[in-house]
């Protein structure tokens, strides 16, 4: 499950700073600030583009526009926040507005089956494209995720932005956050959760609004953003070879060349086990459309990182775009930040081992997903696997923390669980399992022995094959329910090249967040159970959390999650129907 390093840590240059501070310069053409008093204490939204220009490009190998065309949403008279939850997967999704006035706080609940998923709101923005004869060549809808990359506006705004960095896409998702900060604004663009538009090269023009049942449910004004757009077509073998894959790591619009190489190398360590080749591109370098995390260990990389809308205005100069770095700065949330992994403790705990009465984590499985037939990247002829994805997450209230130490020369860690009061000082610890290195490719970090379990059971509930996945490296991979007690929407290690370790590494320490979930995806080595010999019909995957309960919780009742399968074919051709989990009609 090897996630590929990122870029170095964020830090923004002087000249970069300076950058950063002519935001307000560029931005006090949105809004100005309201004035409190004289206003009703709801958020106003508006629509704005960036430039009234921008080039896209289309490659020769894989056809297609992405139209990030730089339009964002701000919030000003407070900040735009939507709760969305559902009880359970009986139950429908519903989506409620939070309006704040100081300590007074009001909900207001959006119509019901306005929003069916976490992934945003659907058919936020309508978008008209038409060729220089005036002619439309595309008229289609994008969502929008208010969690999407963004940055202040004015200089008065608040520093960070206090919402997530990404909307859910698991389908099993409970519950999650969305918001736009107060005096930020976050892009519309729906990055690789979106289809490419098949355009020739040449220039258009981009009609950009915001769907009428939005602007009548938030009051947003009727003032569509127009937008020239560039289409260029461009090759990746032309590009290589004509040396301008080094020169394109600075290009600042589309779908650089830098970014599609990187995309495509990301999957390398993937593609070997079978991974699709056909993944889905990723958001422009520029775009901040696209989490930098919750992307699973799986085969499907991050969004690029990108910069701020107001870096990109053309009045700041080549240069100084150039020398501006990505990542989070003082008031800049632009969704490339890179969570850090916890540092473990810098010696094994001294004194008698106790779990003390504080809060614990309370780990849960969600229903397998990502099912599919296939031969299980294990390269045995004549085999047939049935591949899955799997989530374990933590409800909280206290989120887990493991850590492991190596003695010199052993193979095995020996791992503890800690313990932490109200104020988060460490006040017990006890010891649970060990951790040992995985050198398969796919993997090559630190797992935790015994954190889950994958059976396959009979249509009576009975056991009959045991996935060979028994340990785990933990990552905040998924927001699974923003909503629970104590959730963290900042989790730490959301990227598994800063959580597992190294094979030299003599201590690791590896955390579950509250209300974060560990996503492993069907494409991994393990990850999987061999069926070549049993019969068709109805199974089970069962995922268990903790089950030899040997982590401390809340609650141990609540660990293990079913999701039916149906088995057909035959043998070296056997198929799998997966009739829907409840209301989640997703495989």
Not at 11 to 24: D, E, G, K, M, N
Not at 389 to 398: C, E, T
Not at 412 to 426: E, I, L, R, T
């Amino acid at each position: 499950m090897t996630r590929l390093p990122k870029g170095r840590p964020s830090r923004l240059t002087r000249p970069s700073l300076a950058v950063a501070a002519a935001i307000a310069v560029v931005a006090g053409v949105v809004a100005a600030a309201p004035d409190a008093k004289s206003e009703e204490p709801t958020p106003k939204l508006s629509l704005i583009a960036a430039s009234t220009s921008v080039t896209l490009d289309s490659w020769k190998e894989d056809p297609g526009v992405y139209l990030d065309l730089g339009t964002y949403l701000t919030s000003e008279n407070g900040a735009f926040e939507l709760k969305v939850t559902r009880k359970s997967y009986k139950d429908p999704v519903v989506a409620q507005q939070i309006l704040r006035n100081g300590k007074k706080t009001r909900i207001k609940t959006l119509p019901a089956g306005l929003v069916n998923d976490f992934a945003g709101l659907p058919d936020f923005t309508q978008i008209t494209l038409t060729d220089a004869a005036g002619s439309t060549v595309l008229e289609k809808t994008e969502a929008f995720c208010p969690n999407n990359a963004s940055g202040r506006v004015r200089p008065d705004a608040p520093a960070n932005s206090k919402y997530p960095e990404s909307c859910p896409t698991n389908p099993f998702t409970l519950g999650s956050v969305w918001g736009v900060e107060n005096g930020w604004a976050s892009n519309t663009y729906s990055g690789h959760y979106t289809e490419a538009a098949q355009l020739d090269a040449g220039t258009y023009t981009a009609e950009i609004n915001v769907a009428k049942k939005y602007r009548d449910l938030f009051g947003i004004a009727d003032k569509p953003q127009t937008v020239k757009v560039v289409v260029r077509e461009r090759s990746w073998e032309e590009e290589e070879s004509a040396g301008a894959r080094s020169s394109a790591k600075t290009t600042a619009s589309g779908h650089s060349a830098h970014a599609q190489h990187d995309a495509h190398a990301q999957h390398g360590a993937h593609a070997q086990h079978g991974a699709a080749a056909d993944t889905p591109a990723p958001g422009a370098v520029t775009s901040g459309a696209g989490p930098s995390y919750n992307a699973g260990h799986g085969p499907y990389p991050s969004a690029p990182p990108a910069l701020p809308w107001a870096l990109k205005r053309k009045s700041l100069g080549r240069q100084a775009l150039a020398t501006a770095e990505v990542g989070d700065s003082t008031g800049q949330t632009d969704g490339s930040r890179q969570a850090p992994g916890a540092q473990p403790n810098a010696k094994r705990p001294a004194g008698k081992a106790s779990v003390p009465d504080v809060p614990k984590p309370d780990l849960r499985s969600l229903p397998a997903f990502g099912i599919t037939v296939s031969d299980g990247y294990e390269e045995v002829p004549g085999k047939d696997y049935l591949a899955f994805s799997a989530n374990v997450w933590n409800a909280g209230p206290a989120k887990l923390v493991v850590d492991g130490f190596r003695s010199p020369g052993k193979e095995v860690m020996d791992a503890y669980q800690y313990f932490y009061d109200a104020d988060g000082k460490q006040v017990g610890y006890t010891p649970t399992g060990g951790m040992e290195w995985d050198p398969r490719p796919g993997h090559e970090h630190w797992h935790f022995l015994d954190f889950a379990s994958y059976r396959l059971l009979t249509a009576d509930q009975k056991e009959t094959v045991r996935s060979g996945k028994e340990a785990f490296c933990l990552a905040n991979t998924d927001a699974v329910d923003y909503t629970v007690k104590n959730a963290d929407w900042h989790p730490d290690n959301t990227d598994l090249s800063t959580a597992c370790g190294q094979e030299n590494s003599i201590s690791v320490r590896e955390a579950l967040d509250v209300g974060s979930g560990d996503t492993y995806t069907q494409d991994l080595p393990g990850q999987s159970f061999d069926i070549t010999d049993l019969p068709n019909g109805t199974y089970y995957i069962q995922v268990l959390a903790n089950p030899e309960n040997r982590l401390k919780e809340t609650d141990h009742s609540n660990n293990s999650a079913l999701r039916e399968v149906v088995l057909g074919g035959e043998k070296g051709a056997r198929t799998v129907t997966v009739p829907p989990h409840h209301l989640v009609d997703a495989n």
